[in-house]
């Protein structure tokens, strides 16, 4: 995290006990204003270093597929887009989840008692998990048989002891 990351959240910390300690404070357009801009700034910067990541992840699994032929590169190189992405945004929601659960307290209204729900980041999560695998598997079907790690011959002879 950045120093200029510290500061935002340091500050919108400050905002949110503010708030959290004065209701009334929330109709200050100064401090709504100021709130909003820090959340904007921080969502920018944030996207930015998941860009460079998904980047990184597209050059990890460049380099597996470099010796695949060029009919196989044009396929790939969408699928291998997505797979980076996935993956990162994966990971991205794991912290998410990591850091503040998978239930949360909700309630439909102030007249209503809040109950436990599965937070929304659990269903994304799993949703997109299980799409990532599939895209995986698509992405092991596609590897040279060089670089496979057995052949069914193998798995065949593993399975007779021999």
Do not use: H, W
Request: hydrophobic fraction near 35%.
């Amino acid at each position: 995290m950045t120093k200029r990351e510290k500061a935002i959240n340091a500050r919108l910390v400050e905002i949110n006990a503010s708030i959290k300690e004065d209701p009334d404070r929330l109709l200050d357009e100064s401090l709504r204003l100021e709130r909003r801009k820090l959340l904007i700034e921080l969502d920018q910067i944030q996207e930015k270093r998941k860009k460079v990541r998904i980047g990184e992840e597209v050059k990890r699994l460049n380099a597996i597929y470099k010796d695949a032929d060029t009919n196989t590169n044009s396929y790939l190189e969408g699928i291998i887009k997505r797979a980076a992405f996935m993956r990162i945004t994966l990971e991205d929601y794991e912290d998410d989840i990591r850091i503040n659960g998978s239930t949360e307290f909700f309630t439909q209204s102030l007249s209503t008692p809040p109950y436990t729900r599965e937070r929304p980041v659990i269903r994304l999560y799993n949703t997109m998990n299980k799409n990532y695998q599939s895209i995986m598997r698509q992405l092991a079907d596609a590897l040279p048989d060089s670089l496979r790690p057995g052949t069914e011959e193998d798995f065949d002879a593993f399975c007779r002891g021999g």
